[in-house]
C-alpha cells in the first residue's frame, strides 16, 4: 500500500478546513472510523491503540476505503469528519482534498459532480488546457492522479451517491470520508462504504461542551440551570452551540435566565434571522427540499401527532395513508434522517426535529390537522378498548362508536399480545388522552381511562390510574350521559384508595352513591358498595368494609349477575376472615370459587384461591395454603397481573417460613420485593425487606 515518493512536479494539495478548536466528546464515533480504516482486512480486528498506523493502512484489502456518516443536519457531521482528519494527518502525506457539495445548504442547488472534479483536478496541478470535457473523462483522469499516492478525500454535506460516485478514486491507498443527511445506499451496496450513524451527544458531552465554550468555572457556578439547558437541548450539538454563543456574548446574564428563555421559546431562540447556518429551524429547513409534497406533510403530522413514538399503523391512521404508502413515508424520512426507524417497528424524532416538524405543521391547514389527530386518537382508542376486552373478558365495557373513516385498529390475538402492546404504547395512550382532552375530545379522554384501567391495576401504575381518572371525570362533565359521571368517581375513588388517598376516595364514592341512587341505577349501586368495601379493608375496617360487601353481594343475587355475584362472595369471605369468622369466609370463598370457574374467569378464581389460602393460614394449614396461593400465582402470572402477584407472593413466603422452607420463604419475599418496588408500594418494600432480615437471623422464631 505504500506508494513511491512524490514526484518533484507532484502538487500535494491540503484543502482540509481547519480543526474545529472547540470540538468535544465524540471518543465512540471517532474510533469506530478508525476501526473502519483498520479493519478492512479479516486479519486485522487485532490492531489496537490510538489510532491506526501507516503500517495498519499496509494491510487492507484493495479497495477504497469508504466511510460515510450520515445524520440530522446540525449533528455534527462536518465537525467529526474534520476532526478525525486532522487527528490523522499523517496517514495521508500525498494531501488531503476537501469538497462542500452544498446537498443541504442555503446556497440552493447543490454541486454537479463535474464541478467538483474540475476543482480536484485544479487543486492537483492539471493544467486547464489537459483537462477533457467529458465528466467521465475527466473522472478517469482524477483517478489516474490519485493512483498510488496516500491520500483522504472529504466530501462534505452530499445529498445523493450520484454526487459522490465520480469523486471516488480508484487506489486503494486513498481514504474517502463522506458527510450527508441521506443514507447514501447504493454507496453502501455498490461501493461497500462503512456508514456511521451520528446521533446527538450523550449528557456527559453536552456538559463538556459548555465547558469548553463558556468556561469551567461559569458552568460549574450553575449546575441546575446547566442541567436545565443539556435537557431541554437533548445532546442536539447546533442547540447547545447557539445556546453557547448566546451566553458567550451575554455574559452578564446568568445561565438561568437563558434556561428560562429557551423553556418558554423554544425553537423560536434557536432561529436567527439573518445567518440560516446559525439558526436550528433554517438548518432543518434544508432536508424538506428533495421530499414530495405527501413526504412533507407526513412529517408536518408526526410533529403533532401524541406520544414519544409511533408505529407503522399508528402513522397509516395518522395520515389516512394505506400501509404501503405510509411505509414508503417513514422509509424516506429515515433516510433523510429527519425520523428514526427503532426496533420492534417503532420511529422516534429528536426533540428539537419534532419541534421543528410541529412548526410546520401549522402551515397545514386545521382541518387537516385535527382530522389527522381524530383519526390517529381513534386508533389508539379503539385498539385499546379491544385490549381490554381481551384482559378483562367477563368485565362489562360501554361500547365505542365507529371510528372515524380511514381508521383500522390494530388486530390482537390474545391477552399476551393485548398486554404487550399496551407495555409497548403506554406512554404514547397517556398522550393520547391528553391531546384528546385539549381538543375537547370527551368521549376520547373517557374511554381511554376505562379501557387502561384493568392494565393499569395489574401492573401497579398507581399514579398513572390516578391521572387517568382524574381526566375522565373532567370530560364526564361535557358529556350527555349522567350514570358516565357516576362511574367516574366510581373508578377515581378505587384510583384514589390505590394510590393510598383514603379520604378522597371516601369523597368520590359517596358522590356516586348519592348520583346512583337519584338515578336508580342497582347495577352501579352495586359496583360502588363493592369498591367502597374495598378501600374500608384497605384502611382495615373490616367490619365496615363487611357492611358493603354484604350490600353488594345482595344487589348482584337480585340482579342475577353471577361473575359479580362472585366478586360480593369473596369480598363477603375475605372480611369475614379477617374478622375471624373462618367457617363463613371459607363458604363464601368456595361459593365464589366455583362461579368463576363455572363462568371461566380466571383472574376471579385467582382471587379466590387467594382468599382460600389466607383462611387456610389461619387455621395453620400452611401446606394448603401454600397450594391455594401457588395456583393463585400461576393464574396471575398468566394474565399479566404483577400488582397481586407481588401480593401473593408475600402471603405464600409467609406458610413457607412456618414450614421450615426458609429458602423458599426466601426466594418468594426477594421477587415480592423487587415488584413492590417497581410499583413504588414503599410500605410493602420496608415490610418484606424486615420479613427477610428476620429470616435472615439465627432466631426464626418470629411470627409470620
Same mark, same amino acid.
Given at each position: 500500500?505504500?506508494?513511491?515518493? =512524490?514526484?518533484?512536479?507532484?502538487?500535494?494539495? %491540503?484543502?482540509?478546513?481547519?480543526?474545529?478548536?472547540?470540538?468535544?466528546?465524540?471518543?465512540?464515533?471517532?474510533?469506530?472510523?478508525?476501526?473502519?480504516?483498520?479493519?478492512?482486512?479479516?486479519?486485522?480486528?487485532?490492531?489496537?491503540?490510538?489510532?491506526?498506523?501507516?503500517?495498519?493502512?499496509?494491510?487492507?484489502? @484493495?479497495?477504497?476505503?469508504?466511510?460515510?456518516?450520515?445524520?440530522?443536519?446540525?449533528?455534527?457531521?462536518?465537525?467529526?469528519?474534520?476532526?478525525?482528519?486532522?487527528?490523522?494527518?499523517?496517514?495521508?502525506?500525498?494531501?488531503?482534498?476537501? !469538497?462542500?457539495?452544498?446537498?443541504? =445548504?442555503?446556497?440552493?442547488?447543490?454541486?454537479?459532480?463535474? !464541478?467538483?472534479?474540475?476543482?480536484?483536478?485544479?487543486?492537483?496541478?492539471?493544467?486547464?488546457?489537459?483537462?477533457?470535457?467529458?465528466?467521465?473523462?475527466?473522472?478517469?483522469?482524477?483517478?489516474? *492522479?490519485?493512483?498510488?499516492?496516500?491520500?483522504?478525500?472529504?466530501?462534505?454535506?452530499?445529498?445523493?451517491?450520484?454526487?459522490? !460516485?465520480?469523486?471516488?478514486?480508484?487506489?486503494?491507498?486513498?481514504?474517502?470520508?463522506?458527510?450527508?443527511?441521506? %443514507?447514501?445506499?447504493?454507496?453502501?451496496?455498490?461501493?461497500?462504504?462503512?456508514?456511521?450513524?451520528?446521533?446527538?451527544?450523550?449528557?456527559?458531552?453536552?456538559?463538556?461542551?459548555?465547558?469548553?465554550?463558556?468556561?469551567?468555572?461559569?458552568?460549574?457556578?450553575?449546575?441546575?440551570?446547566?442541567?436545565?439547558?443539556?435537557?431541554?437541548?437533548?445532546?442536539?450539538?447546533?442547540?447547545?452551540?447557539?445556546?453557547?454563543? /448566546?451566553?458567550?456574548?451575554?455574559?452578564?446574564?446568568?445561565?438561568?435566565?437563558?434556561?428560562?428563555?429557551?423553556?418558554?421559546?423554544?425553537?423560536?431562540?434557536? $432561529?436567527?434571522?439573518?445567518?440560516?447556518?446559525?439558526?436550528?429551524?433554517?438548518?432543518?429547513?434544508?432536508?424538506?427540499?428533495?421530499?414530495?409534497?405527501?413526504?412533507?406533510?407526513?412529517?408536518?403530522?408526526?410533529?403533532?401527532?401524541?406520544?414519544?413514538?409511533?408505529?407503522?399503523?399508528?402513522?397509516?391512521?395518522?395520515?389516512?395513508?394505506?400501509?404501503?404508502?405510509?411505509?414508503?413515508?417513514?422509509?424516506? *424520512?429515515?433516510?433523510?434522517?429527519?425520523?428514526?426507524?427503532?426496533?420492534?417497528?417503532?420511529?422516534?424524532?429528536?426533540?428539537?426535529?419534532?419541534?421543528?416538524?410541529?412548526?410546520?405543521?401549522?402551515?397545514?391547514? $386545521?382541518?387537516?390537522?385535527?382530522?389527522?389527530?381524530?383519526?390517529?386518537?381513534?386508533?389508539?382508542?379503539?385498539?385499546?378498548?379491544?385490549?381490554?376486552?381481551?384482559?378483562?373478558?367477563?368485565?362489562?365495557?360501554?361500547?365505542?362508536?365507529?371510528?372515524?373513516?380511514?381508521?383500522?385498529?390494530?388486530?390482537?390475538?390474545?391477552?399476551?399480545?393485548?398486554?404487550?402492546?399496551?407495555?409497548?404504547?403506554?406512554?404514547?395512550?397517556?398522550?393520547?388522552? %391528553?391531546?384528546? =382532552?385539549?381538543?375537547?375530545?370527551?368521549?376520547?379522554?373517557?374511554?381511554?381511562?376505562?379501557?387502561?384501567?384493568?392494565?393499569?391495576?395489574?401492573?401497579?401504575?398507581?399514579?398513572?390510574?390516578?391521572?387517568?381518572?382524574?381526566? #375522565?371525570?373532567?370530560?364526564? $362533565?361535557?358529556?350527555?350521559?349522567?350514570?358516565?359521571?357516576?362511574?367516574?368517581?366510581?373508578?377515581?375513588?378505587?384510583?384514589?384508595?390505590?394510590?393510598?388517598?383514603?379520604?378522597?376516595?371516601?369523597?368520590?364514592?359517596?358522590?356516586?352513591?348519592?348520583?346512583?341512587?337519584?338515578?336508580?341505577?342497582?347495577?352501579?349501586?352495586?359496583?360502588?358498595?363493592?369498591?367502597? @368495601?374495598?378501600?374500608?379493608?384497605?384502611?382495615?375496617?373490616?367490619?365496615?368494609?363487611?357492611?358493603?360487601?354484604?350490600?353488594?353481594?345482595?344487589?348482584?343475587?337480585?340482579?342475577?349477575?353471577?361473575?359479580?355475584?362472585?366478586?360480593?362472595?369473596?369480598?363477603?369471605?375475605?372480611?369475614? #376472615? %379477617?374478622?375471624?369468622?373462618? $367457617?363463613?369466609?371459607?363458604?363464601?370463598?368456595?361459593?365464589?370459587?366455583?362461579?368463576?370457574?363455572?363462568?371461566?374467569?380466571? /383472574?376471579?378464581?385467582?382471587?379466590?384461591?387467594?382468599?382460600?389460602?389466607?383462611?387456610?393460614?389461619?387455621?395453620?394449614?400452611?401446606?394448603?395454603?401454600?397450594?391455594?396461593?401457588?395456583?393463585?400465582?400461576?393464574?396471575?402470572?398468566?394474565?399479566?397481573?404483577?400488582?397481586?402477584?407481588?401480593?401473593?407472593?408475600?402471603?405464600?413466603?409467609?406458610?413457607? @417460613?412456618?414450614?421450615?422452607?426458609?429458602?423458599?420463604?426466601?426466594?418468594?419475599?426477594?421477587?415480592?420485593?423487587?415488584?413492590?418496588?417497581?410499583?413504588?408500594?414503599?410500605?410493602?418494600?420496608?415490610?418484606?425487606?424486615?420479613?427477610?432480615?428476620?429470616?435472615?437471623?439465627?432466631?426464626?422464631?418470629?411470627?409470620?
Amino acid at each position: 500500500m505504500h506508494a513511491a515518493p =512524490s514526484s518533484p512536479t507532484q502538487v500535494l494539495p %491540503r484543502q482540509l478546513p481547519a480543526a474545529p478548536g472547540l470540538f468535544t466528546g465524540r471518543v465512540a464515533d471517532l474510533a469506530e472510523l478508525d476501526r473502519a480504516l483498520t479493519t478492512a482486512a479479516p486479519d486485522r480486528a487485532d490492531i489496537t491503540g490510538p489510532g491506526p498506523t501507516c503500517a495498519d493502512l499496509s494491510a487492507a484489502s @484493495a479497495t477504497v476505503m469508504v466511510s460515510a456518516i450520515g445524520g440530522a443536519g446540525g449533528i455534527g457531521k462536518t465537525w467529526l469528519a474534520l476532526a478525525w482528519a486532522h487527528r490523522n494527518l499523517d496517514l495521508f502525506p500525498d494531501g488531503q482534498l476537501f !469538497v462542500d457539495l452544498h446537498g443541504f =445548504s442555503p446556497a440552493g442547488d447543490p454541486v454537479a459532480p463535474a !464541478v467538483a472534479v474540475r476543482g480536484f483536478l485544479d487543486a492537483l496541478g492539471v493544467d486547464p488546457g489537459r483537462i477533457p470535457t467529458s465528466l467521465d473523462a475527466q473522472a478517469a483522469l482524477y483517478r489516474s *492522479l490519485l493512483a498510488g499516492r496516500r491520500m483522504l478525500i472529504v466530501l462534505d454535506n452530499a445529498a445523493t451517491a450520484d454526487q459522490v !460516485v465520480p469523486l471516488l478514486p480508484g487506489s486503494p491507498t486513498c481514504t474517502v470520508l463522506v458527510t450527508g443527511r441521506h %443514507r447514501l445506499v447504493s454507496l453502501i451496496d455498490r461501493h461497500g462504504a462503512r456508514h456511521l450513524s451520528l446521533g446527538v451527544l450523550t449528557r456527559a458531552e453536552a456538559r463538556a461542551l459548555l465547558a469548553r465554550r463558556l468556561g469551567a468555572d461559569r458552568v460549574a457556578a450553575e449546575p441546575d440551570a446547566v442541567d436545565e439547558l443539556v435537557e431541554l437541548c437533548d445532546g442536539y450539538p447546533l442547540a447547545l452551540s447557539i445556546i453557547a454563543r /448566546n451566553a458567550s456574548t451575554r455574559p452578564s446574564i446568568p445561565l438561568a435566565e437563558l434556561a428560562v428563555e429557551l423553556r418558554e421559546l423554544g425553537m423560536e431562540m434557536l $432561529d436567527h434571522d439573518t445567518d440560516p447556518a446559525a439558526s436550528v429551524p433554517a438548518v432543518l429547513s434544508w432536508s424538506l427540499r428533495q421530499l414530495t409534497e405527501e413526504q412533507r406533510t407526513v412529517f408536518a403530522l408526526l410533529g403533532v401527532a401524541p406520544g414519544p413514538d409511533t408505529t407503522l399503523p399508528a402513522v397509516a391512521a395518522l395520515t389516512g395513508l394505506a400501509l404501503p404508502h405510509a411505509r414508503k413515508a417513514l422509509s424516506v *424520512l429515515d433516510e433523510a434522517s429527519l425520523v428514526e426507524w427503532r426496533p420492534h417497528g417503532r420511529y422516534a424524532m429528536h426533540d428539537l426535529v419534532r419541534d421543528y416538524a410541529t412548526t410546520i405543521a401549522q402551515d397545514l391547514s $386545521d382541518d387537516v390537522r385535527v382530522t389527522a389527530l381524530a383519526r390517529v386518537m381513534d386508533f389508539h382508542l379503539h385498539t385499546a378498548h379491544a385490549t381490554e376486552r381481551l384482559l378483562n373478558p367477563h368485565r362489562p365495557l360501554p361500547p365505542l362508536s365507529r371510528p372515524v373513516p380511514g381508521v383500522h385498529p390494530h388486530q390482537l390475538p390474545d391477552a399476551a399480545a393485548a398486554t404487550a402492546w399496551l407495555e409497548a404504547e403506554h406512554a404514547t395512550l397517556l398522550a393520547t388522552q %391528553r391531546a384528546a =382532552s385539549t381538543l375537547g375530545r370527551h368521549h376520547v379522554v373517557w374511554h381511554l381511562a376505562r379501557a387502561l384501567d384493568t392494565f393499569h391495576r395489574r401492573q401497579g401504575r398507581r399514579q398513572d390510574g390516578l391521572a387517568a381518572w382524574r381526566a #375522565a371525570l373532567d370530560a364526564a $362533565d361535557h358529556l350527555p350521559d349522567p350514570i358516565i359521571r357516576v362511574r367516574a368517581h366510581r373508578f377515581l375513588g378505587n384510583a384514589c384508595s390505590q394510590a393510598g388517598l383514603h379520604q378522597e376516595a371516601t369523597w368520590h364514592l359517596e358522590q356516586a352513591l348519592d348520583l346512583v341512587v337519584r338515578h336508580h341505577d342497582p347495577t352501579e349501586q352495586a359496583r360502588i358498595h363493592r369498591v367502597l @368495601a374495598l378501600v374500608w379493608g384497605r384502611q382495615g375496617d373490616d367490619r365496615q368494609a363487611l357492611v358493603h360487601a354484604r350490600h353488594a353481594l345482595d344487589l348482584c343475587r337480585s340482579l342475577d349477575q353471577p361473575v359479580r355475584e362472585a366478586d360480593a362472595l369473596n369480598s363477603v369471605g375475605w372480611h369475614s #376472615a %379477617r374478622l375471624g369468622d373462618i $367457617d363463613i369466609a371459607r363458604d363464601h370463598c368456595r361459593e365464589a370459587l366455583a362461579l368463576y370457574r363455572r363462568h371461566r374467569d380466571p /383472574n376471579g378464581e385467582a382471587d379466590a384461591l387467594d382468599s382460600l389460602g389466607f383462611i387456610a393460614y389461619l387455621t395453620g394449614d400452611h401446606r394448603q395454603a401454600v397450594d391455594h396461593y401457588h395456583q393463585a400465582i400461576i393464574l396471575r402470572r398468566a394474565h399479566g397481573h404483577a400488582y397481586q402477584v407481588a401480593g401473593t407472593l408475600d402471603s405464600v413466603g409467609r406458610s413457607h @417460613a412456618v414450614l421450615g422452607q426458609y429458602d423458599r420463604a426466601h426466594e418468594v419475599w426477594r421477587e415480592a420485593l423487587n415488584l413492590y418496588r417497581e410499583q413504588g408500594r414503599d410500605t410493602d418494600v420496608r415490610r418484606v425487606q424486615r420479613q427477610l432480615d428476620e429470616l435472615n437471623e439465627p432466631n426464626r422464631d418470629g411470627p409470620y
